[in-house]
């Protein structure tokens, strides 16, 4: 961290990004595509602070009492498909109960 002390004078009083602005022009040059992409998002935003891309809801989003249905409860359903091997066992099981 580096302190500049600005004196009363009138050269001082003009604050310049000139410097800066030469450094993030030069980082911009030398990365790739998706670093220019975020420079040009973070000067974007510095540029236009009133357009945000951070927008409240259009409307109030209902969070409690979901709709109750059969789609629903499948989606939701804790029971699982039988494995390969639990069907072989089924049917195995199956001819055996008839050969006897």
């Avoid at 580096?2 to 030469?22: G, K, R, T, W």
């Avoid at 450094?23 to 040059?29: D, S, T, W």
């Amino acid at each position: 961290m580096s302190f500049v002390d600005l004196s009363c004078d009138d050269s001082a009083n003009e604050l310049s990004i000139q410097q800066e602005f030469n450094v993030i022009l030069n980082c911009f040059k030398e990365v790739d595509i998706t670093g220019k992409v975020q420079i040009k998002n973070k000067l974007h935003e510095i540029a236009y602070p009133d357009k945000m891309s951070l927008d409240a809801p259009k409307s109030q989003v209902n969070t409690k009492k979901a709709k109750k249905g059969r789609a629903r409860k499948l989606a939701r359903s804790t029971k699982r498909n039988p494995s390969y091997f639990e069907h072989v066992n089924a049917l195995c099981s199956q001819i055996i109960v008839h050969l006897l």
